[in-house]
């Protein structure tokens, strides 16, 4: 049995952009980058809980829109010199649609 | 290996900042559990004070919430103080009957107000001043009663009874001596610190000793050695602290009048460390976090196993924390036998500065009113700089070595790198502006988040606003033309849009393309500018993009703290019927809007908006006439107006019509920076027409024209561009101005530092001179306007760019079986 949900198509997400995700318990943000990879995080910044959706999307980051901390989107690690770090979840992408595995994420979470 | 066990025993600003800095260090090394007395996170004890007085919340000064320590992997402990360290079996016990085993033990219980012992100190009413559980039971007591006694004239009596003034309280401070802040302070400062406060209400009984608190089952009154008595519905005992030793000293560690430790911090058991208030090092006790900080900075390295830091002992300063105060002491500043003594006093402005020298050094400086230069004097003390060749000027600030009369700017802009700006965190001038500049912060909150600086106590804040408005300022007058635009390029703002004009790049792909962007798409600080420039050169052509909008921008609202965002509707001129007010009033029922403020640009601001529902609101808003106000973004603000003729019994034209023509001509159009008009109808200016980008100050004769002014970080009154006859000049100017900034500024670069960087006659030249090139000027504007003047509310209200407001959905449940 499978743990990959579909949960939209690719040209949902603005390239270069992000959508916020809502399940019944996180609050996910969904990153589409230049070349088109997907990535998803936890839609809160570990400085001051800024909504990482919100930010502008560059290369493999993110900048939150609250006080501008750059997040890799694909460790969920904060690029020096600040330190902290985002849970992320495991997507891929397939045919044009995205898929979220949440269960693969449980021991980061 | 498994990890090693560190315990902390103390939840406080030494101990916390301590592992903040091990983490840094050695973040996988231990597994860290935290036990703290107090029921509550870090928090900012030093922040208690303006607490009190009503400046900030208890919310506000949480240095590390809940979150931080879980996301550390921290144990925390709240509410459970250790009672008992067994030095043998290495474990702790707590109040709760907890057991832990250490393998390192970290002490950092800090200190208790000492409670003079005097009869009558434990009725209920009796406080000190130390942590949220005191300051909530001082303000619980200003509500009820009216009479507070602080006892004890020093650093924290004086800002305890400052706050219970502010409550609304009759405040008597008690002091023994007879100067305020003997420790700190002088005689001549003290005197001026006493007259201040008492100006502004508060009463001082000098050379007075308590004898006993009065009182049945709650105070009612104080009485002093000599017999003399005065009411009191509360006592707040400030009269010193002593560290907390208690579980140390049973644990059968070596205290005296602290817990002694070595100058790697630790204790007489070389497993447990100690830092904070609670420490003796060297015969010194600390009460002051920088010195705490420095102690923890060490600490950490010797847990971390590296073991090269010492700590070797601090040389403190003071700084007082009431609004409006402004003292500055440090080091030895009451003069011994051979020392010297420079002064500058200057009653009538409220100016005091002595300096104690001794062989040409500075060995203490006391300062009040003016206390710009008490980082410099701070540093060439701690330096034991030579002073003998400046001698004669030092007392008139640093500024004074060179040109003079530029304000703190050029003040702060003297001192050298490694001049430190901020005592509490030890952050140096040159940090600061290395991450103001490599970084690009914009704003007081990014450098206190990039660098620490004035995050503590928060009274370096001005320096570091000013070495923000120097720094930007600077960047844009030292080098303009060669300043890269970010690291992404070795291009200038200026070659980009020279670019964008002659070759001509008309997306941002050909525009990274044609100048090798070194990275494919760009970042957060370059895409906005280029997106700006793309679109101030080719309005019809260019199509905006939304990803490289910063969110504001993108979601045509102001994001606030909590990811909410603010509604802004354009009020033309300030001006509005009552059939308006109504409909923002239902706009705010229906959407059940939190607040609703006034704000500074005559219009009125809807807080705590959902971004989902952002459309729906609009779409009501729209319905009703209102189109977006731009409080959000890069781009034509406001238009402030002043009664003016119609109403005014001073105006001399009619200011707020022509400010909603001006507001009509100009808004929607998007900009290098924010931009701002007024029109004020006469010279009494009550529309502050001179600090705005572009200002009108109606007289008899015509409309006088002014440009380039701003508020904000630095305040910047306007130039006088010239004198207009007509309104229709005063549209035809305006536009042609504003265009002419549109073309040429920075990106970020507001009118003023833009004004400054080319200067007035330059614009004058282009505006006034050449009458061919204002009106083509004009004619673009106009011509761009068609594009901007389409409203982004409606737009979107009808159902554009949707995806930006409808987060996706998933049903977790139903997804996980
Ligand atoms: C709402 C308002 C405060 C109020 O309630 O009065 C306000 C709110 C903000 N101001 Fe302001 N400013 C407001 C009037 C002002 C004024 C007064 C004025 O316009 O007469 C000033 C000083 C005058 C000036 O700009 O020259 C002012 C100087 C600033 C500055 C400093 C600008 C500078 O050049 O130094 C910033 C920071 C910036 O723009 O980078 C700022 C930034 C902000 C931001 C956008 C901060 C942010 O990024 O979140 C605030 C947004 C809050 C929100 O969500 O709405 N605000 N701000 C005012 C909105 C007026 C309006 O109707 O649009
Ligand atoms: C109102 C006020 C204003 C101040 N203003 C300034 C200022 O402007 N500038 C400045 O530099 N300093 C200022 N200070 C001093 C500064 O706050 C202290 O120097 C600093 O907080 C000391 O840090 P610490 O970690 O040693 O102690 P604390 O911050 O007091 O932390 C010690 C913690 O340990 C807990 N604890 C004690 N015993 C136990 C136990 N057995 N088990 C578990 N937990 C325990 C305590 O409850 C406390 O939470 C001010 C202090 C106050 C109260
Ligand atoms: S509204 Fe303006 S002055 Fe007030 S906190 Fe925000 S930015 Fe600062
Ligand atoms: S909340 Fe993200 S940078 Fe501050």
């Not at chain 1, 939150?64 to 992320?88: A, M």
């Not at chain 2, 610190?193 to 007075?208: D, H, I, R, T, V």
């Not at chain 2, 010193?240 to 204790?267: F, K």
Request: hydrophobic fraction near 40%; glycine fraction near 10%.
């Amino acid at each position: 049995m499978s743990d990959w949900i579909a949960i939209a198509k690719l040209n949902e997400i603005p390239p270069m952009g992000a959508r916020k995700l809502l399940t019944e318990t996180l609050e996910i943000a969904l990153f589409r980058t230049g070349n088109d990879e997907v990535f998803a995080l936890r839609d809160r910044c570990p400085h001051r809980g800024g909504p990482l959706s919100q930010g502008i999307v560059h290369s493999n980051a993110v900048s939150c829109p609250l006080h501008n901390w750059k997040i890799d989107l694909q460790s969920g690690e904060v690029q020096g010199p600040d330190d902290g770090c985002v849970n992320t979840y495991a997507v891929k992408v397939d045919e044009g649609v995205v898929y979220l595995n949440l269960a693969l994420a449980e021991s980061a979470a | 290996m498994s990890k090693q066990k560190l315990i902390l025993i103390g939840n406080g600003m030494a101990g916390v900042r301590t592992v903040e800095e091990l983490l840094k260090l050695e973040p996988e090394m231990y597994e860290i559990t935290i036990f703290g007395a107090e029921p509550h996170p870090n928090y900012n004890r030093i922040m208690l004070s303006p607490v009190l007085a009503g400046e900030k919340t208890i919310d506000d000064i949480v240095l590390n919430n809940r979150e931080w320590y879980a996301d550390n992997g921290i144990t925390l402990h709240t509410g459970d103080p250790v009672v008992a360290i067994d030095r043998i079996s290495r474990q702790v016990k707590t109040a709760s009957g907890n057991t832990l085993s250490y393998d390192r033990l970290l002490l950092a219980t800090g200190s208790n107000p000492f409670i003079i012992p005097v009869p009558g100190h434990e009725l209920p009413g009796v406080v000190g001043f130390r942590d949220i559980r005191d300051v909530e039971m001082m303000l619980e007591s200003a509500r009820q009663y009216q009479k507070a006694v602080v006892i004890g004239g020093g650093l924290l009596g004086l800002e305890a009874a400052n706050g219970l003034m502010k409550n609304g309280m009759d405040v008597t401070v008690v002091h023994l001596m007879d100067i305020l802040m003997e420790r700190q302070l002088d005689k001549p400062a003290a005197e001026l610190l006493k007259a201040s406060l008492a100006e502004s209400g508060m009463n001082f009984l000098m050379q007075a000793e308590t004898a006993e608190i009065l009182g049945d089952d709650r105070v009612r009154g104080v009485r002093f050695k000599d017999g003399s008595e005065i009411e009191a519905d509360l006592v707040v005992m400030a009269v010193g602290i002593r560290a907390n030793t208690e579980l140390a000293q049973q644990a059968g560690l070596h205290c005296e009048r602290g817990v002694v430790v070595n100058d790697t911090l630790q204790t007489f058991d070389p497993r447990i460390y100690a830092v904070g208030e609670c420490v003796q090092h060297r015969d010194s006790c600390y009460g002051l976090v920088a010195p705490l900080f420095e102690q923890a900075k060490v600490c950490a390295n010797h847990l971390a196993m590296l073991g090269y830091g010492r700590y070797e002992g601090s040389v403190t300063s003071t700084k007082l924390k009431v609004t409006g105060i402004d003292l500055f002491s440090a080091g030895e500043f009451n003069e011994e036998e051979g020392d010297e003594t420079l002064v500058l006093q200057d009653p009538a402005q409220g100016i005091y500065k002595k300096l104690v020298i001794w062989d040409n050094r500075i060995k203490g400086a006391v300062m009040y009113g003016d206390t710009m230069d008490g980082t410099w004097y701070f540093q060439l003390l701690r330096e034991e700089t030579d002073i003998s060749c400046f001698r004669n000027t030092i007392l008139f600030g640093q500024h004074d070595l060179g040109d003079a009369g530029h304000g703190d700017e050029t003040r702060v802009a003297m001192l050298s790198d490694d001049a430190e700006i901020c005592g509490c965190n030890g952050v140096c001038k040159g940090d600061i502006v290395n991450a103001i500049s490599s970084k690009g912060l914009f704003t007081l909150d990014e450098v206190r988040a990039h660098t620490k600086a004035s995050a503590s106590c928060g009274s370096c804040t001005g320096l570091v606003e000013s070495l923000l408005a120097s720094t930007m300022g600077e960047g844009y007058a030292a080098t303009p033309s060669e300043k890269a635009v970010c690291a992404c390029t070795e291009h200038s703002h200026d070659e980009v849009i020279q670019a964008i004009r002659t070759a001509p790049l008309k997306s941002m792909r050909d525009l990274f393309d044609y100048l090798n962007w070194k990275a494919p798409d760009g970042c957060s600080a370059c895409r906005p500018a280029l997106n700006y420039y793309l679109l101030a050169n080719w309005p019809g052509e260019y199509q905006d993009d939304a990803q490289s909008r910063f969110i504001n921008e993108r979601a045509h609202g102001n994001i606030q703290k909590d990811g909410t965002y603010s509604v802004v509707p354009r009020m033309f001129g300030g001006l509005c019927t009552a059939n308006d007010l109504r409909t923002i009033a239902d706009v705010a029922d229906k959407f059940e809007v939190p607040e609703i403020k006034v704000t500074g640009g005559q219009r009125i601001d809807l807080f705590g908006v959902k971004k989902e529902q952002l459309p729906a609101m609009w779409k009501d808003l729209t319905a009703a006439g209102f189109v977006s106000g731009h409080a959000y973004g890069k781009a034509m603000r406001t238009v402030k107006t002043c009664a003016g003729k119609t109403w005014c019994r001073f105006g001399t034209q009619n200011s707020t019509g022509l400010g909603v023509q001006l507001e009509e001509l100009t808004w929607g159009s998007w900009m290098p920076h924010k931009f701002k008009l007024a029109v004020s109808g006469c010279p009494r200016n009550c529309a502050e027409a001179t600090i705005k980008d572009f200002g009108v100050v109606c007289v008899d004769s015509g409309y006088e024209l002014h440009i380039g002014g701003n508020g904000g970080i630095k305040v910047r009154v306007t130039d006088l561009l010239c004198k207009v006859e007509t309104e229709a000049e005063v549209l035809e100017y305006c536009g042609a101005f504003t265009q002419l900034y549109r073309e040429e500024a920075h990106y970020l670069e507001r009118t003023a530092p833009w004004v400054e960087r080319v200067s007035l006659s330059y614009v004058k030249q282009r505006i006034l001179e050449d009458e061919v090139g204002r009106k083509a000027l004009f004619e673009r504007f106009q011509y761009g306007q068609q594009f901007a003047q389409i409203d982004p509310w409606r737009v979107r209200a009808e159902g554009a760019e949707a995806h930006e407001f409808k987060p996706l959905h998933i049903n977790q449940m139903r997804a996980v079986s």
